[in-house]
């Protein structure tokens, strides 16, 4: 049963605050216990220009929350409403998350973006919510965040930022087998986003 | 009571128009915030104010009336009508606003909770077995800095206002509002213009005392609503001479 239910449980998810963006990198595996369900698969949505959100967890759970997310944002953008920072966002999603915790999403989401300064927020399936600085979730967490400790440094570049969680989840890719292909990383500023794909071999 | 052809029942149910396009109902219940005490808001660059004037009645003790009704932090409200129905809206704005900071973890804008407030009254237009609810409200606050005033009408109609009166005095008061209204005053001075506009709406120039008029305010560099208590009201009254 299990192994038929495709869960990205596996997964290397990276944020970095930088001094004027917010860096997010994924790996592109998505496993069904030991086997590799996709070899491309794309965990970094985006639910404005300059709000994103890294999945990790239930596929199924992850895309129904994503389009809550995206409703509620572009909803409250039309009618004129707030809220649209991310910190309202991630409190919103932190309180759906706890509500539902005897019968939980099971997901593990970090929400990241720009609005009057860049913002990272941790969630888990039981509601829980911390902002960070930087931070790794999902099955190669341990073997990334070595990585970012290493690295990071409070006023670390966008650009510096964007290496520095690409060479994260590389590691993990390297090290944890339920991570994998490559990574995507984008970098979110005042000004949007831009991807960036990462490959450790060129045949996929 | 005549059920002639005239009225052919149109002011009984409010679900119903008269052939005029008229809510009967809900015009009655204008009525019936033409008949409150007056009450005005005016709104600066650098904040906005809330007066609303009492009347003595003989053993009501009038220093515990209140007519200025905080709702959050950064929001204050104040009615014209119907005291019972205010407060129920009262208490709905208030648990707005709160459930706002629990699920957003932000203060409500002050556009938004006029909204869902103005979005109740408009359901007691339209729906059967209701009554419309016989108030105005302005309500006023400071949202990320910028002064914001509202009022809302019984039929769930509202506007922004930069000031703006209702009760039954409300020409009077408007009538000195438009004369006298300036943007660029401070906090101080929105006070005095809110008092004297209040003033003037009072009939034969008669003297208003500490005890007869309330007053909220929200300063655009504090963003936060609060009212001034009895002496600060004297003393902001005998200054004004």
């Known amino acids: ?204 | 009571m005549a059920f002639g052809p005239a009225a052919m029942g149109y002011d009984r149910a409010i679900t119903i128009f008269s052939p005029d396009g008229d809510l009967y109902q809900v015009d009655y219940a204008f009525q019936a915030v033409k008949k409150g005490w007056t009450t005005l808001g005016v709104k600066t660059k650098k904040a906005v104010v809330i007066a609303g004037e009492k009347k003595r009645s003989m053993l009501v003790d009038i220093d515990s009336v209140e007519k200025i009704f905080l709702i959050d932090d950064h929001v204050g409200c104040s009615f014209a009508g119907l005291a019972s129905d205010g407060r129920i809206l009262i208490d709905y704005a208030r648990n707005s606003s709160l459930q706002h900071r629990l699920v957003y973890d932000e203060p409500i804008s002050i556009d938004y909770l006029t909204k869902l407030v103005a979005d109740v009254k408009q359901a007691y237009t339209q729906h059967g077995g209701v009554r419309p609810f016989g108030v105005s409200l302005i309500i006023g606050g400071v949202d990320k800095g910028v002064p914001k005033l509202f009022m809302t009408e019984p039929s769930g109609q509202y506007m922004p206002y930069l000031a703006v009166a209702i009760g039954e005095n409300y020409t009077t008061a408007t009538e000195y509002l438009q004369k006298n209204y300036k943007d660029d005053l401070d906090v101080e001075d929105t006070i005095a213009l809110a008092i004297n506009a209040l003033r003037s709406s009072r009939q034969g120039g008669e003297k208003i005392g500490p005890s007869e008029v309330e007053i909220g305010y929200a300063a655009a560099d504090t963003g936060i609503f609060r009212k001034l208590s009895l002496e600060e009201r004297a003393q902001i009254l005998q200054k004004l001479g």
């Open chain 1, 1 to 204: 049963m299990e192994t038929k239910i495709k869960v990205l449980k596996g997964t290397t998810t990276v944020g970095i605050v930088a001094r004027d963006s917010v860096v997010l990198a994924a790996d592109r595996r998505a496993s069904a216990g030991f086997f590799v369900a996709n070899k491309m698969v794309r965990k970094i949505l985006y639910i404005t220009d300059k709000i994103g959100v890294t999945t990790a967890g239930s596929v199924a759970d992850l895309q129904f929350i994503y389009n809550i997310l995206k409703n509620l944002y572009h909803y409250n953008y039309v009618a004129g409403n707030r809220p649209t920072t991310v910190k309202a966002l991630a409190t919103y999603l932190a309180n759906l998350l706890s509500q539902n915790k005897y019968f939980p999403y099971v997901v593990q989401i970090l929400l990241g973006g720009f609005d009057n300064a860049p913002r990272l927020f941790n969630l888990d399936y039981f509601g829980d919510m911390t902002e960070e600085k930087y931070v790794a979730t999902g099955s190669g967490s341990p073997v990334a965040m070595g990585v970012l400790e290493d690295g990071y440094s409070e006023n670390i570049s966008g650009d510096e930022a964007m290496d520095l969680a690409a060479r994260a989840v590389l590691a993990a890719i390297k090290r944890d087998s339920y991570t994998g292909t490559g990574v995507i990383v984008t970098k979110i500023d005042p000004t949007g986003h831009v991807e960036k794909e990462v490959y450790p071999n060129k045949k996929i």
